[in-house]
């Protein structure tokens, strides 16, 4: 039989997490496809791998003696992708759009001109597909607010991964300059709206509340959005002030929204380092590595060439 790698990361995925749902969040499946890979290679081996035992999925003792064997199978599938693109000299980074647009293109364009040798391929994506990227040896190095909890901890020791704090992205107060403008109309004690979403935490929100209160002259009403596009829109039109990270000012129509002030280098956002422990990372990707470490202190957004803070 063929044995297919989509049925052997479903199993390990399962005996792992010891739930069909679970695993199937982990691999960006869903669960029927999870739970048919696992009893596809069941079938071809002819061996029965994992049961269920109240509301957990178990692995029997077939499964318990076939699962180091099969770890250790898709690390080796694993290295030898890694090893064709560093024969290329290929390097596979992914990010966020905004990190991506902000940061890492520059970065990548630097590092080209000093490394003509290594072909730097940038993907986008949120923190869950980064993760998920990272574990099937799709992407080298993501790079993103991914956060310590998004990865269960077998996750680290399983797929050897390693995730490190790089910068942080600041955040910025802006507003429409018609609305701006138009600042000192209407009644002094009518509260003007600043929108954010929920990334935001109460620091911040106090000190943009405060700035509001002290520069215009009027009480604060914070609003939470559903998204940082939803906050844009209500900037754009002209229904209040809005909290935004620096790093998204690439994307910002500057007719229609202007910075006001920044949050006194408030950090709201750590973007993190996800990748292999480097021992199993090629050359290439071990140079670029060190190359986005030893560089982070000059990481700067375009917009207004603002500096974003590096984490020690």
């Known amino acids: 039989m063929d044995i297919l790698l989509p049925q052997l990361r479903a199993f390990v995925a399962v005996s792992r997490l ?43 003792s077939e499964g318990e003696e076939l ?16 090893a064709a693109r560093g024969l290329r000299g290929r390097i596979v980074v992914a ?11 520059p970065i990548i364009a630097r590092y080209q001109r000093q490394f003509p040798q290594h ?18 040896g799709n992407v080298d190095i993501a790079i993103g607010g991914i956060r310590r909890e998004q990865i269960r901890d077998q996750s680290f ?10 910068v942080e992205d600041e955040w910025a107060v802006f507003g429409s300059p018609g609305l ?10 009518e509260p003007l709206r600043v929108f954010h979403y929920p990334r935001f935490t109460r620091r911040p929100l106090e000190e943009a509340g405060r700035y509001v209160k002290e520069r215009l002259g009027r009480p604060v009403t914070l609003v939470e959005m559903g998204s940082l596009d939803l906050v844009r829109g209500a900037i754009v039109n002209e229904l209040g002030l809005g909290i935004i990270p620096i790093s998204a000012a690439p994307f910002l129509d500057t007719t229609r929204i202007a910075p006001v002030c920044d949050l006194g280098g408030y950090a709201g956002l750590t973007l993190r380092l996800l990748h292999r422990r480097p021992r199993l990372l090629t ?15 000059r990481v700067r957004a375009e917009a207004g060439g603002q500096p974003a803070r590096a984490l020690r």
């Open 18 to 60: 010891g739930s069909y749902a679970r695993a199937a969040e982990e691999l960006s499946y869903s669960e029927p496809a999870v739970y048919l890979q696992v009893k596809s290679l069941e079938k071809g081996l002819g061996l029965r791998l994992v049961r269920r035992q109240r509301k957990q999925v178990v692995l029997t």
């Open 67 to 82: 699962l180091p064997r099969v770890v250790e199978m898709l690390d080796r599938a694993d290295l030898v992708a890694q």
């Open 95 to 105: 990010s966020g759009p905004n990190t991506a647009v902000s940061w890492i293109m």
């Open 119 to 136: 072909e730097v391929e940038l993907h986008a994506g949120d923190a869950p597909g980064l993760v998920r990227d990272v574990i099937l």
């Open 157 to 166: 020791t399983t797929h050897r991964l390693v995730l490190v704090p790089w």
């Open 180 to 189: 701006l403008e138009r600042r000192a109309s209407g009644l002094p004690g």
């Open 283 to 297: 050359p290439p990707v071990r140079c670029f590595l060190s190359y986005l470490i030893q560089g982070r202190g």
